[in-house]
């Protein structure tokens, strides 16, 4: 019997937590373990290596301590972006129903929480569409922009096709627009699968808010955060306590803090990051080329130049991509699929069918996402399972 590898490629959903970041944490689990809040030593200490955390991604953003908030996510900190936002706005009674457009690719934590303040009667939204290739057209947006236009988020990488939004230049519109109008505009990126790959200082982004997650580079999960402009004021979505100005309270997650800060610092070196990421992207052309060259009846779903190294998005005529994923896992193979089971029927994702693609097209649609820690051998490996379980399901499926 053949043996199974273990192949994970599907580091757009998680990274591995790398070692050097663990090494980091585990004294803050059951050595320094102090409640950060505490005005004891123990408390002093875990204090003392939250605003270390704080300082590194601070700097990383090229932005102000202060500016940095922690939450246990990028969820958690697109809804504190959007929700307590609004309920600013609200609070500061600033007139006609406020306006948002957000872009028709976006993950559901900023997607759902549009559409809930849209059926509450508290917005209007646009949704705001891309092109084939996924991105949004300027123009469109300028167009979309009105005078009670009070917010727009467009995520800086797309989770799905990883499609590279651009953020500096949508940034620089709005600032020159806010220089005319009595209204700001405020900025928000989910910029959740950026930070790995894209430029992340603040100052070439234009944004007012930009949130984070822990564990998309190769940090833990439950921890996040959002940047918030000084200047920008949100209302707090959790009451209790008084941390972090009362806009984020809750007890500091220590150990994710500092486990945050420290993959941060990994990627902090420009040139060791720049040399990874052209390693994984090798890995990934070669893998787009093994795939496109052995596979009949393939195509690749988003921009091939504006996108991240370690995305790609295929989608496969005649096969449905659940089936293949779970043919792969069968030989130790981690990928995802653009589709998604609910309520007993397959739905085929919503940034897919925004490009224009078919249901049936979309349902055969494979994420393959690199990571740190693959090489060469995981990507033959895939290739030839991939090209097996796809000439097997073909012949099995009425698609």
């Known amino acids: 019997m053949a043996s199974v590898k273990n192949v994970y490629l599907d580091n757009a959903a998680t ?67 959007i929700l307590g936002l609004m309920r600013q706005l609200m609070a500061d009674k600033s007139g006609s129903l406020p306006h948002i457009i957000v872009s028709n690719i976006e993950h559901d934590a900023v997607l759902e ?3 809930f303040l849209a059926a509450q009667g508290l917005a209007e939204v646009t949704y705001l569409p891309v092109n084939k290739k996924g991105l949004v057209d300027i123009n469109q947006l300028k167009q979309a922009i009105k005078n009670n236009t009070v917010l727009v988020s467009i995520m800086y ?4 096709i990883g499609t590279i939004q651009p953020i500096g230049e949508i940034g620089a519109i709005i600032a020159e627009l806010n220089q005319k109008r009595k209204q700001k505009i405020y900025f928000h990126s989910d910029a959740t699968q950026a930070l790995s790959y ?28 959002l940047y918030i402009k000084r200047g920008v004021n949100l209302q707090p979505l959790l009451f209790g306590g008084h941390q ?35 390693r994984i992207k090798k890995l990934r052309d070669n893998l787009i080329d093994m795939v496109l060259k052995g596979i009949s009846g393939v195509s ?8 991240t190294p370690n995305n790609a998005n295929f989608v496969f005529q ?37 490009l224009g693609l078919a249901p049936e097209l979309a349902h055969g649609s494979l994420r393959v996402s ?22 097997r399901l073909r012949k099995m499926s009425p698609l």
């Not at 990488?157 to 799905?160: G, K, P, R, S, T």
């Not at 397959?346 to 069918?353: D, K």
């Not at 990571?371 to 995981?378: A, I, L």
């Open 198 to 225: 894209c430029d992340c200082h603040l100052a070439n982004l234009g944004v007012d808010l930009l949130s984070f997650s822990g564990h998309k580079i190769y940090g833990p999960k439950g921890v996040g955060g």
């Open 113 to 115: 929480p549009t559409k």
């Open 244 to 278: 972090q100005s009362s806009i984020r309270p809750g007890t500091y997650n220590v150990s994710g803090i500092v486990g945050l800060g420290s993959a941060i610092n990994i990627i902090k070196d420009g040139p060791k990051r720049k040399r990874e990421n052209q």
């Open 157 to 160: 990488v797309n989770n799905e």
């Open 318 to 354: 005649g096969v449905e991509g659940e089936s293949l994923v779970l043919a792969l896992s069968e030989k130790g193979i981690a990928v995802s699929t653009g589709s998604a089971c609910s309520s007993g029927s397959l739905e085929p994702s919503h940034v897919l069918a925004a």
């Open 300 to 307: 690749i779903s988003g921009d091939l130049d504006n996108r």
């Open 15 to 81: 990274t591995a937590v790398d070692k050097r970041v663990l090494e980091d944490m585990m004294p803050y689990f059951n050595i320094e373990f102090g409640n950060a809040s505490s005005l004891h030593q123990p408390g002093l200490d875990a204090r003392v290596a939250v605003d270390r955390a704080q300082k590194t991604i601070a700097d990383f953003f090229g932005c102000a301590k202060e500016e940095i908030y922690f939450t246990s996510g990028a969820t958690e900190s697109n809804n504190l972006a």
């Open 370 to 391: 690199l990571g740190r820690f693959n090489r060469q051998t995981d990507i033959d490996y895939f290739v030839t399972e991939l090209t097996q379980a796809v000439k």
